[in-house]
């Protein structure tokens, strides 16, 4: 997979906000996406130096309208908590270098 093209994006909720301060982000990966590929494109795109990832896959949820369709509540998607190691500048998702 090309290094460039496994991060889709951060993800922004209340409790990803309050990760950053812990130095953890959360950020949304294509599904075919493995740890090692995260920690290679961040370490290469952002410059960053990382401890610790570790992944989220969330499940769909449907849910039965009648007449025999399903209506998808909630999609399938990947995503990776990536913690930093203490030297290493905050993650700047706005800030992509093509190396």
Known sequence: MHLSSVIIGPIVTEKAEKLKLERKYV???KPEATKIDVKNALKK???IE???VRVLRTVPKTRIVGQGKIMEKRHRQKRMIVTLT???RPLDLANFQLA
């Open 27 to 29: 950020i949304r990966v």
């Open 45 to 47: 795109h952002y410059d």
């Open 86 to 88: 203490k030297k290493s």
């Open 50 to 52: 990382i401890d610790s």
